[in-house]
């Protein structure tokens, strides 16, 4: 048995914890009812998926890392100028040893994808064009938002080295989930094309 974690007193395997997310999101969805949209956030391991969510969620940072496994599912809520927006944010695991059912199982019904790489590790961008084709392979048409995270980072890519949003006809943002550089960013974005409300702001 590939035992994963501990939930409840209970050790429980990537397929219960599959199983759980699934049972969480039906019970959550009735799509798009109370303004809620899935979104799905994806990219190489290490590249700081799980540390944006994290940052929303907690306003900390957290230097160490831990691997997502298969994926978590987490409730982002923003305040707009319009109704409140919920984002029910779907975190899947870069490493493909930990990817459980990866894009093809937890993309269903995504409304909007956020591809993510490391500006320190340029393998990680030319990946990224992969998770974007990856996307569009089960999820269709969908708004895709490429973000270059670790921007505090002195290191970092250049930014004319940086086409991946013309080559693909997505949208970008350098963020830091460090330093909250753009941290908004992605989700602004979303929220705007999502809802068609050109002037929404969080607030
Ligand atoms: N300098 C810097 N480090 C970051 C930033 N964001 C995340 N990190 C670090 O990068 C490492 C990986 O972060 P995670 O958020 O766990 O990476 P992940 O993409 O979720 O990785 P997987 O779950 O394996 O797919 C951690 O040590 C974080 O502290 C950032 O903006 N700047
Ligand atoms: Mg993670």
């Not at 961008?125 to 969908?142: F, L, M, P, S, T």
């Not at 890519?157 to 830091?176: L, P, V």
Request: aromatic share 12%.
């Amino acid at each position: 048995m590939n035992k994963i974690g501990i939930q409840s007193k209970r050790i429980i395997t990537v397929k219960q914890k599959n199983d759980i997310m699934y049972w969480q999101y039906f019970k959550l969805s009735n799509l798009h009812m109370n303004n809620q949209y899935k979104i799905l956030l994806v990219g190489d391991k290490n590249v700081g998926k799980s540390s944006l969510i994290h940052r929303h969620l907690t306003g900390h940072f957290n230097e160490d890392y831990t691997p997502t496994l298969g994926v978590d599912l987490d409730p982002l809520t923003f305040s707009t100028n319009y109704d409140p927006i919920t984002f029910n944010v779907w975190d899947c695991a870069g490493n493909p040893d930990y990817e459980g059912l990866g894009i093809q199982g937890y993309g269903i019904q995504t409304d909007a994808a956020i591809v993510m790489f490391d500006l320190t590790l340029v393998p990680t961008y030319h990946n990224a064009y992969d998770w974007i084709e990856n996307v569009r392979d089960v999820c269709g048409d969908i708004p895709i938002i490429v973000c270059g995270n670790k921007f505090d980072c002195p290191n970092k890519m250049k930014s004319k080295n940086i086409t991946i949003h013309e080559d693909e006809g997505t949208r970008y943002y350098d963020i830091s989930s460090r330093s909250n550089y753009n941290f908004e960013k992605p989700f602004l974005d979303i929220a705007r094309q999502l809802t068609g409300h050109d002037d929404l702001v969080f607030v």
